[in-house]
């Protein structure tokens, strides 16, 4: 099975020069806990979790308001292609401690796979218990 096979292509994402403010509304209305962040032409260009804003943001006394996403983002992301092997898709959340996996095609977000989408799938449930033990531990097993 493939990850597009799995994924959602229903990705919310928002732009690296928008408040941080405005990204927790987002994540807020949508009840999410991460957004993509992309450019214009839907690069991705870094991922920005609610833990993010609290850390990044909130914790260190800067203004929600006038701070750029792109100042408190997470950069280096994990991805997956929508050809890679879903097996393969839940190793890798599983090595980075992920809990969801953006799906990008020549470079540009085309979904959004997570640990729900690996437990949904029966044929998934070993790599999702599998990732999901691994994300959740407070010390990795190697």
């Known amino acids: 099975m493939k990850v ?5 292509d229903k990705v919310i994402s928002i732009g690296q020069d928008e ?16 957004v993509p962040v992309c450019d214009d032409k839907r690069r991705l260009r870094g ?11 909130v914790a260190v006394g800067a203004d929600p308001r006038d701070t750029p996403v ?3 983002m997470s950069r280096g992301v994990v991805t ?10 839940a190793e890798t959340m599983s090595a980075d401690q992920v809990r969801r996996l953006p799906v990008l095609d020549e470079g540009r977000l085309v979904g959004m796979v997570t640990l729900c989408d690996l437990a949904r799938d029966c044929n998934c449930d070993m790599e999702a218990g599998a990732a999901l033990t691994e994300i959740s531990s407070n010390f990795r097993r190697r």
């Open 80 to 89: 997956a292609g929508p050809f890679d092997d879903v097996a393969r898709a």
């Open 70 to 72: 792109r100042e408190i």
């Open 47 to 57: 991922i920005l979790t609610d833990r993010d804003i609290v850390l990044r943001c």
């Open 4 to 8: 597009c096979d799995i994924m959602s």
């Open 19 to 34: 408040p941080v403010s405005a990204a927790a509304k987002l994540l807020k209305r949508c009840n999410i806990g991460a």
